[in-house]
């Protein structure tokens, strides 16, 4: 499985655009790129997930450049409510091996 | 549909005592898993299963025991209850794996 690496915090104000950088040096050919959402108490949530180029939702934007070797969350002008934990996984859909979470980026979003 | 729910929600066990933590899903996913959560961590795969009597390690699965006899249920079984097991535990499911995981709403569970 692919090694993610994550900004353990971040810190924006509202109306801002966050972008949160994920680095997956050894991604394998077919694997995706997913983000999840966790608001404390609660389980995560799927944003979004790619794997190449552009992706965009309603939520977020998923930036993935030609090597795949990162990709970035953009979430277009936050508010308290985006204040949260994201975590980045990468893995196959052709596998059987379950990805790991991590420890995600912390991000506090100020009025 | 309800998703993918878990009982109990909250449970104080005694060092030493057994447990299971149910969870049941009613989307037919072939996936299910078990995650552990400790105050301000990520979370820890437990156990996962890639369909009904398959089930496979995950990080941390010393202390626990999982059975998939059904698509939809994926009880924990926690045997000899020890204070390191404190923590949240969640439930997900998803169709395949790398697919959207949907989670429960997790049990908190103190072992003192």
């Known amino acids: 499985l692919a090694k993610t690496t994550q900004p353990i915090s971040m810190d924006s104000y509202e109306g801002q655009e966050v972008n949160i950088t994920c680095s997956h040096n050894?991604?394998?050919?077919?694997?995706?790129i997913t983000w999840y959402q966790q608001f404390p108490s609660q389980g995560p949530r799927f944003i979004i997930q790619g794997y190449k180029t552009k992706v965009t939702n309603e939520v977020a934007s998923l930036f993935i450049p030609a090597d795949r070797k990162s990709s970035t969350l953009s979430l277009p002008r936050v508010s308290l409510s985006d204040t949260a934990v994201y975590y980045c996984?990468?893995?196959?859909?052709?596998?059987?091996?379950?990805?790991?979470f991590g420890s995600g980026t912390r991000l506090q979003v100020q009025p | 549909n309800a998703g993918v729910t878990q009982t109990p929600k909250f449970r104080i066990l005694k060092i030493g005592q057994s447990m299971t933590l149910q969870c049941t899903q009613d989307?037919?996913?072939?996936?299910m898993y078990w995650y552990r959560q400790d105050p301000g961590m990520g979370l820890k795969l437990i156990y996962y299963s890639v369909g009904a009597g398959i089930t496979d390690k995950g990080e941390v699965p010393n202390g626990y025991n999982v059975s998939r006899s059904t698509t939809e249920d994926f009880p924990l079984r926690l045997e000899l209850a020890a204070p390191s097991q404190t923590s949240v535990y969640f439930c997900?499911?998803?169709?395949?794996?790398?697919?959207?995981?949907?989670f429960g709403p997790g049990t908190r569970l103190t072992v003192t």
């Open positions: 050894n991604i394998a050919t077919n694997d995706y």
């Open positions: 989307m037919n996913h072939n996936y």
């Open positions: 997900a499911s998803s169709r395949e794996v790398a697919y959207e995981q949907y």
């Open positions: 996984l990468v893995g196959s859909t052709r596998g059987r091996r379950a990805l790991t």
